[in-house]
């Protein structure tokens, strides 16, 4: 009896036990599941939503870009892309992946080699491949296919960029491109790691890239347990990049652009004197921008880079060269202002002037020179000897400061990447680059515009405006919105810059100037300026003596230039014309200018002139 009580108290015991046991499991599964749904509900329905949602930045449209008067000149047009999502691809179906890839698409071997290399740790910056872009339709419904039997591929419906001018505006608007490496650690913009992204590489494409890319948008799509879409959930909308619009007369730049291809290599810009507003900018040849829409074959970008005539290179900022005689209006300002000459000052020109043993020749030397000139004379008919005379009383530190004041050797500050500095030299320069002393020989080149000197077509075009408006510095700019700022004028005299300014008038309009054979009859339209020639190799005295002075090689030729202003009472724009290898820029440069100029009365409305 004793016994089975117990062992029914045991039995009652465990019983007890394990209904204890059983009842804490319980609660603390209770408790468990009441923990996970209420309190960490939100973690938990996030870690599902991952799974099941997708994000997904959406890229903007990029601005356009309009002329002065509102015609396009860079649009956009759709096109569809195939990308592959490599966060997407579980890892044990990478190989799957890649092989169905290139079984059912012809793909470029860039894209091969990286589907082959597929990175097992995937960041943002690389989690991207963009398979093809501007598919057309039978590749597309390819794609369509291939992204119902494996995940991570997507069907992108993007803007790309459509020059209408793309070689006349080429040095002006430039193109696009695919970041590289350093633009996507440098920009912090997370929507540049996206397939079809796109950056301004050049020009006002990449000068204003910022205001033209806008903002992504971003959107939710569901997608099932194979990663394949299902609904898109919702979206931010992107902001369209803000449009462009430039200062250039579309009429006149084509124009310009046809003028200056009648030559190999050369350069052109027009501008407002007043504000700097850039009319028409050519750099000839120019080259075709929409080949860079896409990915440009290798053969075609090394023949761009190869042609001799350097089509990728805008020569009116980034081309230097000697000036040649148009400098010797800054030499004549430089011994006015000193009083080392006046309007009445005369030298008497043989053809050379003699330096110890060397002479220093004038275009004329031929002929025996100019005979007597004073400053009127010299500019009208270009005369060497006069301001070898000039230099010879100058030191070459004063005609530098006169260069620099009126903005040689420093950037114009266009906005534009690129510009060069040029360079006008002193004595310090000399000795620190060239480790030599400067000569009386160094200051008669300079004098005239040859030697050290180097500018660009651009910062002469802004030396002339500043001569012709009032001493007023400018700074060139192709953005319609650009706000002038009001600086200080020059304090040269008036009466110094007249005597120049009768100069250059008889250059164009004096029987005897050096382009009287370029001068427009219109009264109401006459201009003025200067011509130049910028030699490429020297002409030695052995050369001189077999009577060649001129090349019959075209790369050993000078190269032609002219700056000219209209109208001649009161002057509204500047141009600068650049042939290279053109010859005498009376010859070329000038009847170019002419040409120009005749087109600007055309094509631009009067209320603007």
Same mark, same amino acid.
């Given at each position: 009896?004793?016994t089975?009580?117990?062992?029914?108290?045991?039995?009652? =015991?465990?019983?007890?036990?394990?209904?204890?046991?059983?009842?804490?499991? *319980?609660?603390?599964?209770?408790?468990?599941?009441?923990?996970?749904?209420? @309190?960490?509900?939100?973690?938990?329905?996030?870690l599902?939503?991952?799974?099941?949602?997708?994000?997904?930045?959406?890229?903007?449209?990029?601005?356009?870009?309009?002329?002065?008067k509102?015609?396009?000149?860079?649009? #956009?047009?759709?096109?569809?892309?195939?990308?592959?999502?490599?966060?997407?691809?579980?890892?044990?179906?990478?190989?799957?992946?890649?092989?169905?890839?290139?079984?059912?698409?012809? /793909? =470029?071997?860039?894209?091969?080699?990286?589907?082959?290399?597929?990175?097992?740790i995937?960041?943002?910056?690389?989690?991207?491949?963009?398979l093809?872009?501007?598919?057309n339709?039978?590749?597309?419904?390819?794609?369509?296919?291939?992204?119902?039997r494996?995940?991570?591929?997507?069907?992108?419906?993007?803007?790309?960029?459509?020059?209408i001018?793309p070689?006349?505006? &080429?040095?002006?608007?430039?193109y696009?491109?695919?970041?590289?490496?350093?633009?996507?650690?440098? =920009?912090?913009?997370s929507?540049?790691?996206?397939?079809?992204?796109?950056i301004g590489?050049? @020009?006002?494409?990449?000068?204003y890239?910022?205001?033209?890319?806008?903002?992504?948008?971003?959107?939710?799509?569901?997608?099932?347990?194979?990663?394949?879409?299902?609904?898109?959930?919702?979206?931010?909308?992107?902001?369209?990049?803000?449009?462009?619009?430039?200062?250039?007369?579309?009429?006149?730049?084509?124009?310009?652009?046809k003028?200056?291809? !009648?030559?190999?290599?050369a350069?052109?810009?027009?501008?407002?004197?007043?504000?700097?507003?850039?009319?028409?900018?050519?750099?000839?040849?120019?080259? #075709?921008?929409?080949?860079?829409?896409?990915?440009?074959?290798?053969?075609?970008?090394?023949?761009l880079?190869?042609?001799?005539?350097?089509?990728?290179?805008?020569?009116v900022?980034?081309?230097?060269?000697?000036?040649?005689?148009?400098?010797?209006?800054i030499?004549?300002?430089a011994?006015?202002?000193?009083?080392?000459?006046?309007?009445?000052?005369?030298?008497? @020109?043989?053809?050379?002037?003699?330096?110890?043993?060397?002479?220093?020749? @004038?275009?004329k030397w031929?002929s025996?020179?100019?005979? &007597?000139?004073?400053?009127?004379?010299?500019?009208?008919?270009?005369?060497?000897?006069?301001?070898?005379?000039?230099?010879?009383?100058?030191?070459?530190?004063?005609?530098?400061?006169?260069?620099?004041d009126?903005?040689?050797?420093?950037?114009?500050?266009?906005?534009?990447?690129n510009?060069?500095s040029?360079?006008?030299?002193?004595?310090s320069?000399?000795?620190?680059k060239?480790?030599?002393?400067?000569?009386?020989?160094?200051?008669?080149?300079?004098?005239?515009?040859? *030697?050290?000197v180097?500018t660009?077509? /651009? !910062?002469?075009?802004?030396?002339?405006?500043?001569?012709?408006?009032?001493?007023?510095?400018?700074?060139?700019?192709?953005?319609?919105?650009?706000?002038?700022?009001?600086?200080?004028?020059?304090?040269?005299?008036?009466?110094?810059i007249?005597?120049?300014?009768?100069?250059?008038?008889?250059?164009? #309009?004096?029987?005897?100037?050096?382009?009287?054979?370029?001068?427009?009859?219109d009264?109401?339209?006459?201009?003025?300026?200067?011509?130049?020639?910028?030699?490429?190799?020297?002409?030695?005295?052995a050369?001189?003596?077999?009577?060649?002075?001129?090349?019959?090689?075209?790369?050993?030729?000078?190269?032609?230039?002219?700056?000219?202003?209209?109208p001649i009472? #009161?002057?509204?724009?500047?141009?600068?014309?650049?042939?290279?290898?053109?010859?005498?820029?009376?010859?070329?440069?000038?009847?170019?200018?002419?040409?120009?100029?005749l087109?600007?009365?055309?094509?631009?409305?009067?209320?603007?002139?």
């Amino acid at each position: 009896m004793s016994t089975r009580r117990n062992d029914k108290r045991i039995f009652v =015991s465990r019983v007890e036990l394990f209904l204890t046991i059983q009842m804490i499991l *319980g609660l603390v599964v209770v408790v468990r599941l009441a923990y996970l749904q209420i @309190c960490q509900s939100a973690k938990y329905s996030l870690l599902s939503d991952r799974n099941r949602i997708v994000t997904q930045q959406t890229l903007p449209t990029r601005g356009r870009i309009y002329d002065a008067k509102g015609n396009v000149i860079a649009t #956009n047009h759709c096109v569809y892309s195939a990308v592959l999502d490599i966060h997407e691809i579980p890892k044990e179906k990478q190989a799957e992946t890649i092989a169905t890839l290139l079984k059912h698409h012809s /793909l =470029s071997e860039s894209v091969v080699q990286k589907l082959r290399n597929l990175p097992r740790i995937v960041t943002n910056s690389n989690r991207y491949i963009l398979l093809q872009e501007d598919l057309n339709w039978t590749e597309l419904s390819k794609y369509y296919i291939t992204s119902s039997r494996i995940p991570g591929i997507v069907i992108e419906k993007n803007q790309v960029r459509k020059y209408i001018y793309p070689s006349e505006f &080429s040095h002006i608007v430039g193109y696009t491109g695919s970041p590289t490496a350093y633009d996507l650690t440098n =920009s912090g913009n997370s929507a540049l790691s996206l397939p079809m992204a796109k950056i301004g590489k050049t @020009c006002v494409e990449k000068q204003y890239n910022d205001e033209l890319f806008g903002k992504a948008g971003i959107k939710h799509i569901e997608v099932n347990a194979r990663r394949q879409f299902v609904r898109d959930i919702d979206s931010i909308a992107e902001i369209p990049g803000r449009d462009l619009n430039l200062t250039i007369n579309l009429e006149l730049q084509l124009e310009v652009y046809k003028i200056l291809s !009648q030559h190999e290599s050369a350069s052109c810009v027009v501008m407002d004197v007043d504000t700097g507003a850039i009319l028409a900018m050519v750099s000839y040849p120019g080259y #075709n921008t929409n080949i860079f829409t896409n990915k440009i074959d290798g053969t075609a970008l090394k023949e761009l880079y190869d042609n001799p005539y350097k089509p990728m290179i805008n020569k009116v900022i980034s081309g230097l060269y000697s000036p040649g005689s148009v400098f010797k209006m800054i030499t004549a300002l430089a011994g006015l202002t000193k009083g080392v000459i006046n309007e009445n000052t005369r030298f008497n @020109c043989t053809g050379y002037t003699e330096i110890g043993n060397h002479k220093f020749h @004038c275009w004329k030397w031929k002929s025996g020179g100019h005979g &007597s000139v004073d400053l009127e004379d010299a500019l009208a008919e270009s005369c060497d000897v006069y301001f070898y005379n000039v230099a010879k009383m100058l030191s070459p530190d004063e005609i530098a400061a006169v260069a620099r004041d009126f903005g040689l050797g420093e950037p114009t500050g266009i906005d534009m990447p690129n510009e060069k500095s040029g360079l006008i030299p002193t004595k310090s320069w000399k000795k620190a680059k060239k480790k030599r002393s400067w000569t009386i020989g160094d200051t008669f080149n300079m004098a005239i515009g040859q *030697g050290f000197v180097l500018t660009t077509p /651009l !910062q002469l075009a802004k030396m002339m405006a500043m001569l012709v408006n009032g001493q007023k510095p400018i700074t060139p700019h192709l953005n319609k919105s650009f706000v002038t700022q009001n600086v200080p004028h020059l304090k040269y005299d008036p009466k110094h810059i007249q005597l120049i300014f009768d100069g250059m008038n008889a250059v164009v #309009n004096s029987w005897y100037g050096t382009a009287h054979k370029s001068a427009i009859t219109d009264e109401d339209f006459q201009f003025g300026g200067k011509t130049g020639s910028s030699q490429v190799f020297r002409i030695t005295e052995a050369l001189r003596r077999a009577g060649k002075t001129v090349s019959d090689d075209y790369w050993k030729k000078e190269h032609a230039v002219f700056v000219g202003y209209a109208p001649i009472d #009161n002057p509204k724009f500047v141009v600068s014309v650049l042939v290279e290898h053109g010859g005498g820029g009376s010859q070329t440069a000038a009847p170019i200018a002419r040409d120009i100029l005749l087109a600007f009365k055309k094509y631009v409305p009067k209320t603007f002139r």
